[in-house]
């Protein structure tokens, strides 16, 4: 079992920035894939990025190039540094941990969320 805990989230007002952190804790040496989602209210969860075992990055089209995800093994951390924020980002950020089993099974943890509002 895989347990995650984000922290970072606020108010900031826009063209400000924020840093996200999610740690895991339990089992967390088979961590392959770490994955930011963020939802709005009334909206769908969106992948916002996700960062692979050898430091391979995605991004969603809306903040390539002002958000950054970064992961530390060895405190169990995956990061997200977010800069130049919009109103259009204010939404729940859930951190997302996965490992990819035999054949295609995965084992999926998400933490709790953490809030970010970005006010005009």
């Known amino acids: 079992q895989v347990h995650l805990v984000e922290a970072g989230g606020g108010l900031v007002q826009t063209g400000g920035s924020l840093g996200l952190s999610c740690a895991a804790s339990g089992n967390t040496f088979s961590i392959d894939v770490w994955v930011w989602h963020r939802q709005a209210p009334g909206k769908q969860r969106e992948l916002v990025?996700?960062?692979?075992?050898?430091?391979?990055?995605n991004y969603a089209d809306s903040v390539k190039d002002r958000f950054t995800i970064s992961r530390d093994d060895t405190r169990n951390t995956v990061y997200l540094q977010m800069n130049s924020l919009k109103p259009e980002d204010t939404a729940v950020y859930s951190c997302?941990?996965?490992?990819?089993?035999?054949?295609?099974?995965?084992?999926?943890?998400w933490g709790q969320g953490t809030q970010v509002t970005v006010s005009s």
């Open positions: 997302n941990a996965r490992h990819y089993k035999e054949g295609l099974s995965v084992d999926d943890y």
């Open positions: 990025a996700a960062i692979g075992a050898e430091d391979s990055t």
